[in-house]
Nanobody
Framework: VQLQASGGGLVQAGGSLRLSCAAS????????MGWFRRAPGKEREFVAA????????HYADSVKGRFTVSRDSAKNTMYLQMYSLKPEDTAVYYC???????????????????WGQGTQVTVSS
């Protein structure tokens, strides 16, 4: 499966953005999917993940209550709706996928097989 992340941009603190991760080559129904981000000078970190069915969702504590992950099988796309953005949310955001052999939602990069190219989110104070 190939993944393409989009929707990043520059937004003021308190604003919102919606990221998209469009899949091609295979249906996302066979994959658990996740979002990660890498801030300048930091390691790539887990943000959110969702199972192939959408019934299991997990968020990093830093975004819980502000971000919502979802998926649309008809559009073969995963989304990350981000509200109440903070300057510390500034990062390159990546989407990822792993074959859905279980309902496990890894929170490390090693848990995912496929990656998109990343989209920049910049939150100004």
């Amino acid at each position: 499966v190939q993944l393409q992340a989009s929707g990043g941009g520059l937004v003021q603190a308190g604003g919102s953005l919606r990221l998209s991760c469009a899949a091609s080559g295979r249906t996302i129904n066979n994959y658990n999917m996740g979002w990660f981000r890498r801030a300048p000078g930091k390691e790539r970190e887990f943000v959110a993940a969702i199972t192939w069915s959408g019934t299991n969702i997990h968020y990093a504590d830093s975004v819980k209550g502000r971000f919502t992950v979802s998926r649309d099988s008809a559009k073969n796309t995963m989304y990350l709706q981000m509200y109440s953005l903070k300057p510390e949310d500034t990062a390159v955001y990546y989407c990822a996928a792993r074959w859905a052999d279980t309902d496990m939602l890894p929170t490390t990069t090693a848990g995912y097989e496929y990656w998109g190219q990343g989209t920049q989110v910049t939150v100004s104070s």
